[in-house]
C-alpha cells in the first residue's frame, strides 16, 4: 500500500520524461498517517465485534445493509456492490452467516439465478444487542477524539474522495461487478 519513495528515484529515464509527480514530504506524511489510522481503525473495530459477537467487522456491515433495506432483503448482486466486495467473497460471508442463522437466501422468482440475502429474526436480535458495543467504539475511537469541526472537515473530505473514486461509467471493470 506504500507509494513511491518520498524523494524521486534517480533513474536518468523518470526523470527526464517527468512521467511521475511524487508525493512531496508533507503528503507522504499525510499519507502514511491516513494508511496507519485506517488499518488501525478496521482492527479495533474487527476485534470489538469478533470479541462482542463472532463477526467481523464486514459481516456486521452486511447485516446492517440488509436490516436497513426494504423487507430485510436484498439481491445479492447488490448487496456485493452496497458492500464493496467480489460476488464470491460476498457468497462465502453469506454461507457463515447462514451458518449462524442470521441470513437466509431466497431464489428470485423473476430470474432463476438471482438470489436474496434476507436477514433473519436471528439476524436483526443479533444487530441489536452489538449494535451499542460497535457505535461505542466507534465514538471512542473516532468521533470523541475529533471536535466538531474537525468531524464535518473529514466527513467533507472523505465524500469528495469518495466520489472521485465512485466510476458512473455502465462498463466499469469493479470486483464486485464481478
Not at 446492517?64 to 426494504?70: C, D, G, I, N
Not at 432463476?112 to 465514538?139: I, M, N, S
Not at 469541526?149 to 472521485?164: C, R, T
Amino acid at each position: 500500500m506504500n507509494t513511491a519513495p518520498s524523494t524521486a528515484p534517480e533513474s536518468p529515464h523518470a526523470a527526464a520524461a517527468g512521467t511521475h509527480r511524487w508525493l512531496t514530504a508533507d503528503e507522504q506524511r499525510v499519507w502514511r498517517a491516513y494508511l496507519h489510522a485506517t488499518t488501525l481503525l478496521e482492527d479495533h473495530l474487527d476485534r470489538q465485534l469478533q470479541r462482542d459477537a463472532g463477526m467481523p467487522h464486514i459481516y456486521y456491515g452486511l447485516l446492517v445493509k440488509l436490516a436497513e433495506a426494504p423487507r430485510r432483503r436484498l439481491r445479492m448482486t447488490e448487496l456485493a456492490r452496497d458492500a464493496k466486495i467480489t460476488r464470491s467473497r460476498l457468497s462465502h460471508a453469506v454461507a457463515r452467516l447462514e451458518k449462524n442463522g442470521w441470513v437466509r437466501r431466497e431464489d428470485c422468482p423473476s430470474d432463476k439465478r438471482g438470489q436474496f440475502a434476507v436477514l433473519t429474526d436471528d439476524g436483526r436480535d443479533v444487530l441489536r444487542r452489538t449494535a451499542p458495543g460497535h457505535v461505542a467504539a466507534v465514538r471512542q475511537a473516532l468521533f470523541d477524539r475529533l471536535s466538531p469541526e474537525q468531524q464535518k472537515s473529514l466527513g467533507e473530505i472523505m465524500q469528495i474522495v469518495a466520489e472521485g473514486l465512485q466510476p458512473n461509467e455502465a462498463g466499469a471493470d469493479l470486483p464486485w461487478l464481478r
